[in-house]
């Protein structure tokens, strides 16, 4: 498990996460996340969220960041004055332990994240048809919060790559349960779905989905996910699994009803 050594920077958002470099062994090389702590302002099921639903976005074939959980260890926060979450006027420094860690990918002082592209540059995102496959996830897993993503240059490339970031609010957050609407999940630019022809458009991801091997992923799950992220609460977790396990036959309706609303998100939809 990577171990933070260094704070590199806070991040923006509401779970007030802190770039931070790691390494799995004392020797091996410097390896950069993304993390968010237990006592985030949100909840501390986001960092459940973040790892299974990256997961099982990865599973079926999705372009993610790697994620790890991280340990961050008292010593490193009792030494940084910015390790801390900032709630109203108030500090309370971020709680030692388990985390869960965003791999960046590459060298930050090398490599820039944008957060946001404009409308003229999505065209040169090189993996653009998978922000459809990605609505695929957040239907399923009923994602209350906006698509996001990062967009980046992979050295000697000249496009833009994206990878499917923030996780945190599907499962509805800290509620764990599935409010479906139609805009829920969407990407605030809907040139992101140009490639969108038909139900048909979505079949690869479904299929994959239809065919995840769930007995894998509850194994997974039980062993990798620390039990504070979620306060112990097996019977919670495994309800969770349990619905999403069967929520995946109704995700092809819920685009549909996507493809209704008056925001028409998919345009070249015959
Ligand atoms: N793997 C990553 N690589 C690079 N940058 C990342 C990565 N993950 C997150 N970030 C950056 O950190 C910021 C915060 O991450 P994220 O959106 O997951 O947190 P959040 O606090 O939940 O945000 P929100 O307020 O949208 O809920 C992002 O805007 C992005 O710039
Ligand atoms: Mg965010």
Redesign the pocket.
Same mark, same amino acid.
Request: no cysteine; aromatic share 16%; net charge neutral.
């Given at each position: 498990m990577p171990l933070a050594l260094e704070h590199v920077r806070r991040?923006? #958002? #509401?779970?007030?996460?802190h770039?931070m470099r790691c390494r799995r062994t004392a020797d091996g090389p410097d390896e950069?996340?993304?993390v968010?702590f237990q006592n985030?302002p949100?909840h501390p099921r986001?960092l459940v969220n973040?790892l299974l639903a990256t997961r099982l976005a990865a599973r079926i074939g999705l372009p993610?960041?790697?994620?790890a959980v991280i340990e961050v260890r008292k010593e490193l926060i009792d030494l940084t004055t910015e390790l801390a979450i900032q709630i109203g006027m108030g500090r309370v420094p971020c709680r030692p332990g388990f985390q869960f #860690?965003?791999?960046?990918?590459g060298d930050?002082a090398l490599i820039t994240?944008?957060?946001f592209l404009p409308d003229d540059h999505l065209r040169d995102v090189e993996n653009l048809a998978d922000f459809a496959g990605m609505l695929v996830l957040d239907k399923w897993t009923c994602n209350t919060? #906006?698509r996001?993503a990062?967009f980046?240059n992979e050295p000697g490339r000249s496009g833009f790559t994206a990878?499917m970031?923030?996780?945190?609010?599907c499962f509805n957050a800290g509620e764990w349960n599935f409010p479906d609407a139609p805009l829920r999940g969407l990407y605030a630019r809907h040139r992101v779905y140009e490639s969108v022809r038909g139900l048909h458009t979505f079949g690869p991801w479904l299929e994959r989905l239809e065919k995840i091997d769930w007995r894998h992923v509850f194994d997974e799950v039980q062993e990798e996910i620390p039990p504070e992220w979620y306060d112990c609460d097996q019977d919670a977790l495994f309800r969770l699994l349990d619905k999403l396990n069967t929520r995946r036959r109704i995700v092809p309706e819920l685009i549909e009803e996507a493809r209704k609303t008056y925001r028409q998100p998919f345009p070249n939809w015959t």
């Open positions: 991040m923006r #958002g #509401g779970a007030q996460s770039l950069y996340y993304v968010k985030n949100q986001v973040e993610t960041p790697q994620v #860690g965003s791999r960046y990918p930050p994240v944008h957060d919060n #906006g996001q990062i980046f990878w970031i923030d996780q945190g609010f």
